[in-house]
């Protein structure tokens, strides 16, 4: 075994054995709280929302410390069908976690007692993880899939050509209003093209989001995610399903390894976002940065992925930064089906 694939293979092996560590009776620990984005002082969720009030004068309603996105997300990230013992152990308990956060044919962020809405990020990102590991019948997937094309409608009645918002018309009170963000058109668009969804299209919704991701695929951050790289990922991952995104994303992630961001989840998304975007160059090296940057414990270290809106309150965590990194070295060609 050539050298760099025996250390690859070493650390996805600490990687998952430091998940599988991490397994409690609900899953996953959920994210990490905090006010900066290195996630130095954690918070409680009251702590948390103290803060907000103190700071910011901004009352989130509830405290923010039992997050069920990074659970989504693991889904999303390990491999189906694996050969390792831990890994489908994983798999199964995500599973189960995720489930909880499920109302309906939609997924919420936060558990179903806090007073927040529903959210189209959270419900496309479960959906690829549970069709990922055969989790959901394809009648429900499609369901799922008008129920996000809907979410900009009132009472989600008639098509229109509007990106999907973050939250469905019908939950958008104040002072959450149709809100957007590229980050989460672009994991609503790759939803809608899984097995099972793609009979809900075409439709004007996913015509105009495609267009909406195509436009602010150059930015930097977004509403909810504070790192160019979560944007980059996530485009190029959606770009993986529509072939119309896969030229600006390759320019977008070409001209951001120059130079290569230095924190480890940032540098994960990227070598995943190279990946989708079928970026030639670079992407043996960043696997051998990330190898590197491995701490003792199989873990990586906490990083914001995700953000409180545009209220500084960023959540991450070692295992959802393993999470990402375990995918960046274990590069998956030919499995997203155009």
């Known amino acids: 075994m050539p050298a760099d694939e025996a250390a690859r293979d070493a650390a996805?092996?600490?990687a998952l054995a430091f998940l599988h560590r991490a397994l409690g009776p609900d899953g996953l620990p959920p994210a990490l709280v905090a006010a900066d984005?290195?996630?130095?002082a954690p918070l409680t969720g009251i702590e948390a929302r103290r803060y907000l009030f103190a700071a910011h004068g901004a009352d989130l309603g509830f405290e923010p410390d039992h997050e069920g996105f990074s659970a989504m997300w693991g889904l999303a990230l390990l491999a189906p069908d694996s050969d390792r013992s831990e890994?489908?152990?994983l798999v199964a308990a995500l599973a189960r976690q995720v489930e909880r956060y499920r109302a309906g044919h939609r997924y919420r962020c936060f558990p179903l007692g806090a007073p927040f809405p529903a959210d189209t990020?959270?419900?496309?990102?479960?959906?690829g993880g549970l069709v990922r590991h055969g989790l959901v019948a394809p009648h429900r997937t499609a369901a799922v899939a008008r129920e996000l094309l809907g979410a900009g409608q009132p009472n989600g009645l008639g098509p229109a050509a509007v990106p999907v918002p973050v939250y469905w018309h019908d939950e958008a009170a104040p002072p959450h209003g149709l809100r957007y963000d590229a980050v989460a058109a672009a994991n609503v668009l790759h939803?809608?093209?899984?097995?099972?969804?793609?009979?809900?299209?075409p439709h004007p919704a996913a015509e105009a989001t495609l267009r909406y991701v195509r436009?602010?695929?150059h930015g930097s951050t977004t509403r909810y995610y504070p790192s160019p790289e979560a944007l980059f990922h996530s485009a190029a991952r959606a770009a993986a399903v529509?072939?119309?995104l896969l030229g600006p994303v390759r320019r977008a992630v070409v001209a951001r390894a120059r130079p290569l961001p230095p924190a480890p989840l940032d540098l994960a998304l990227l070598t995943i976002a190279a990946e989708y975007a079928e970026v030639p160059d670079g992407r043996p090296e960043y696997r051998r940065r990330l190898i590197g940057a491995q701490r003792a414990d199989g873990s990586?270290?906490?990083?914001?992925?995700?953000?409180?809106g545009r209220l500084p309150l960023y959540f991450g965590s070692p295992h959802l930064s393993t999470l990402f990194a375990l995918r960046a070295l274990r590069p998956e060609q030919g499995r997203e089906p155009r």
């Open 12 to 14: 996805v092996q600490r």
């Open 37 to 40: 984005r290195d996630l130095r």
């Open 87 to 89: 890994e489908r152990e």
């Open 121 to 127: 990020d959270s419900t496309a990102v479960a959906l």
């Open 191 to 201: 939803a809608l093209r899984l097995p099972g969804a793609r009979a809900t299209l």
């Open 215 to 217: 436009r602010e695929v």
């Open 242 to 244: 529509h072939t119309a």
């Open 300 to 308: 990586w270290p906490a990083r914001a992925y995700f953000r409180a």
